[in-house]
């Protein structure tokens, strides 16, 4: 089957920073009549960082180091806020106004029990995924679902958190889901949200499995990818880039992977960027990316298939060394990555050399 996702979600990564780098961000929550809103949640997207305003309708998040934060706001009858932090050498204070939620009146498809259960189970395949650790996923309140349809499309919102409890990676996921959108014919799936990791309590038997799991997990991930393109370690990592010359299958790519150092810059002491928007070849081989290059004098060769492990991706996002990026919908991914959904993802926090 033919895989393709566009992913227009939050994921937000982590890597280790300088310790004396510590930032916090802080503000209020009012309605838009200026009064101050109480039991207000505010989260960091993709994170275990949550929190709510207090009866002065204050927050605060410390230790952060410097880096892109996406800031989420969410109370009931209101409709959720987002704002993008950059932090780079100071602490930042926001004041956020929420806006009165508009009811807005969908098609949403009425039938029988079985037509429902459908709808949940083609949701929880693409939103999901349909790997290892998606097939632990369970969602805890599916009755929050709301679904439409529009020709070959099922649509699905929700109206307050969606609740999936990851049994194999050891987290509960509050997922904010904006929109969702799979297409049966095209077989594309869009889907926009925010959401906030919570680890699950155990035995000491389930906290080693977990951390094995998560580990796995992250091996060869879009998080590990940026993490070791941010630290100029791509090739160390296992990764191997290649630039990709042709708009369609089969693919045109070039011989000699690309050195990490050619495909970002520095924009500060806190972000890198991209130094081309295009699509580019990604394969985590890490056999292969320890061997030297060999020209055997063509210059590209056709690919007809990607690798197992292979992907595509775009951007031209702002990265920072956690892999967070202050554009989520610049992002596209095809092949590997694409298949690795919310059951697959790690909080912020996660680092592979710590339990």
Request: aromatic share 14%; proline share 3%; hydrophobic share 35%.
């Given at each position: 089957?033919?895989?393709?996702?566009?992913?227009?979600?939050?994921?937000?990564?982590?890597?280790?920073?300088?310790?004396?780098?510590?930032?916090?961000?802080?503000?209020?929550?009012?309605?838009?009549?200026?009064?101050?809103?109480?039991?207000?949640?505010?989260?960091?997207?993709?994170?275990?960082?949550?929190?709510?305003?207090n009866?002065?309708g204050?927050?605060?998040?410390?230790?952060?180091?410097?880096?892109?934060?996406?800031?989420?706001?969410?109370?009931?009858?209101?409709?959720?806020?987002?704002?993008n932090?950059?932090l780079?050498?100071?602490?930042?204070?926001?004041?956020?106004?929420?806006?009165?939620?508009?009811?807005?009146?969908?098609d949403?498809?009425?039938?029988?029990?079985?037509?429902?259960?459908?709808?949940?189970?083609?949701?929880?395949?693409?939103?999901?995924?349909q790997?290892?650790?998606?097939?632990?996923?369970?969602?805890?309140?599916?009755?929050?679902?709301?679904?439409?349809?529009?020709?070959?499309?099922?649509?699905?919102?929700?109206?307050?958190?969606?609740?999936?409890e990851?049994?194999?990676?050891?987290?509960?996921?509050?997922?904010?889901?904006?929109?969702?959108?799979?297409?049966?014919?095209?077989?594309?799936?869009?889907?926009?949200?925010?959401?906030?990791?919570?680890?699950?309590?155990?035995?000491?038997?389930?906290?080693?499995?977990?951390?094995?799991?998560?580990?796995?997990?992250?091996?060869?991930?879009?998080?590990?990818?940026?993490?070791?393109l941010?630290?100029?370690?791509?090739?160390?990592?296992?990764?191997?880039?290649?630039?990709?010359?042709?708009?369609?299958?089969?693919?045109?790519?070039?011989?000699?992977?690309?050195?990490?150092?050619?495909?970002?810059?520095?924009?500060?002491?806190?972000?890198?960027?991209?130094?081309?928007?295009?699509?580019?070849?990604?394969?985590?081989?890490?056999?292969?990316?320890?061997?030297?290059?060999?020209?055997?004098?063509?210059?590209?060769?056709?690919?007809?298939?990607?690798?197992?492990?292979?992907?595509?991706?775009?951007?031209?996002?702002?990265?920072?060394?956690?892999?967070?990026?202050?554009?989520?919908?610049?992002?596209?991914?095809?092949?590997?990555?694409?298949e690795?959904?919310?059951?697959?993802?790690?909080?912020?926090?996660?680092?592979?050399?710590?339990?």
């Amino acid at each position: 089957m033919k895989f393709f996702l566009v992913l227009f979600t939050a994921i937000v990564f982590y890597t280790g920073v300088n310790a004396q780098d510590s930032f916090t961000i802080s503000g209020t929550v009012k309605n838009e009549k200026g009064e101050l809103l109480q039991a207000a949640t505010v989260f960091i997207a993709g994170t275990e960082k949550a929190t709510a305003t207090n009866d002065h309708g204050s927050f605060k998040f410390t230790g952060l180091s410097g880096g892109t934060y996406q800031l989420i706001v969410n109370m009931l009858g209101y409709t959720p806020t987002k704002q993008n932090i950059i932090l780079t050498n100071k602490s930042e204070t926001v004041d956020i106004t929420l806006s009165l939620k508009t009811i807005v009146l969908n098609d949403v498809v009425i039938g029988n029990k079985s037509a429902r259960e459908k709808q949940i189970k083609t949701f929880e395949k693409y939103f999901l995924g349909q790997t290892i650790n998606s097939g632990y996923c369970k969602i805890l309140n599916p009755e929050i679902i709301e679904f439409s349809t529009s020709k070959s499309l099922l649509k699905a919102t929700t109206p307050d958190f969606l609740i999936i409890e990851n049994s194999r990676l050891g987290y509960r996921i509050k997922y904010l889901l904006k929109s969702f959108q799979y297409d049966y014919g095209k077989d594309v799936t869009n889907y926009d949200g925010d959401y906030i990791f919570e680890k699950l309590t155990g035995t000491p038997k389930q906290q080693s499995e977990w951390e094995k799991n998560r580990k796995e997990a992250y091996q060869g991930s879009l998080m590990h990818y940026l993490r070791s393109l941010y630290a100029r370690k791509t090739r160390q990592e296992g990764f191997l880039v290649y630039k990709i010359l042709s708009q369609f299958f089969p693919l045109v790519i070039e011989t000699i992977p690309i050195p990490a150092d050619q495909l970002v810059r520095h924009s500060d002491s806190t972000l890198m960027t991209f130094k081309f928007k295009m699509r580019f070849y990604i394969l985590y081989d890490k056999k292969a990316a320890a061997k030297p290059d060999k020209y055997n004098g063509e210059p590209n060769f056709v690919l007809n298939n990607l690798d197992a492990t292979g992907s595509i991706f775009m951007t031209d996002a702002k990265v920072d060394s956690r892999g967070s990026y202050t554009d989520y919908k610049e992002l596209l991914i095809q092949g590997f990555w694409g298949e690795k959904r919310v059951g697959d993802q790690l909080p912020f926090e996660y680092d592979p050399d710590k339990p």
